[in-house]
């Protein structure tokens, strides 16, 4: 299934034009010159994670990414009319943050529901492939922490050795998040497996100062990396688990 595409996309862009940082080069560096925490969640889908995030934390500025627009302009819409000032969106790839972010600059980085990429082939697309870990650990600094979120079991076992072999620590993890009842802040996406029954995995990963980054070099190339899907589907069917940052939002 494929996300609808949004009628008028181009003028409602246009109305949400401040809430859209266009050169973010430009700001490497600068993101937030009062020192105020910068929060970065990468495919932010429709928004409603990034929205509550910015309205529980006041004080810090979100960067939320998003590469398809007919998903982000409704974030933007939904923090426009809540009245959000904290967040600021990008269309960017994220295999290029560090042409954007200095060292150091992002306190936090929010990965939830990512596209698993079951294929092994696909592999160095996922969001916790060494690749990324290691910009991830330029990006953020000594005790700055990657949340981590999904209801592909597979995908999170994967993305969890990833993380131990890169050398960052685990402070939480769980398969179950809700198994008591609703934790944190749930995006429609999550609220909707909440009712299904669907378990969420979920981690939080630190950076200390063993963890490695660009300095280490490029990682070698991943190898027998296909996953199962959680529920029983082979990767070698196509199985492409939907995202939050694409239609699976209602």
């Not at 300095?215 to 029983?232: F, K, Y």
């Amino acid at each position: 299934m494929r996300m609808r595409k949004r009628h008028n996309l181009d003028s409602r862009m246009e109305r949400c034009a401040e809430l859209l940082v266009s050169e973010p080069a430009a700001l490497k560096g600068q993101w937030s010159p009062g020192g105020r925490p910068l929060l970065l969640e990468i495919g932010c889908g429709k928004g409603s994670f990034t929205c509550a995030l910015a309205e529980r934390e006041p004080g810090s500025e979100i960067i939320a990414i998003e590469k398809v627009p007919d998903a982000m302009i409704l974030a933007m819409e939904r923090a426009a009319g809540n009245g959000l000032r904290n967040i600021r969106f990008l269309d960017f790839d994220a295999a290029n943050l560090r042409d954007i972010f200095a060292p150091e600059e992002v306190s936090r980085i929010y990965l939830n529901f990512s596209d698993p990429w079951p294929k092994s082939r696909d592999a160095k697309f996922r969001l916790t492939a060494p690749g990324f870990l290691r910009s991830y650990g330029d990006l953020l600094p000594l005790g700055g922490e990657i949340h981590l979120k999904t209801d592909n079991r597979p995908f999170f076992e994967w993305s969890l050795e990833q993380l131990q072999n890169e050398r960052w620590e685990i402070r939480e993890q769980t398969l179950d998040l809700h198994v008591r009842g609703p934790v944190g802040i749930l995006s429609d996406y999550e609220k909707r497996f909440l009712e299904q029954g669907v378990p969420i995995c979920r981690l939080v990963a630190v950076r200390r100062a063993e963890t490695l980054n660009g300095a280490a070099g490029v990682p070698e190339r991943l190898r027998d990396a296909a996953l199962s899907d959680a529920r029983g589907n082979s990767a070698a069917s196509g199985m492409k688990t939907e995202t939050d940052g694409r239609e699976t939002e209602t």
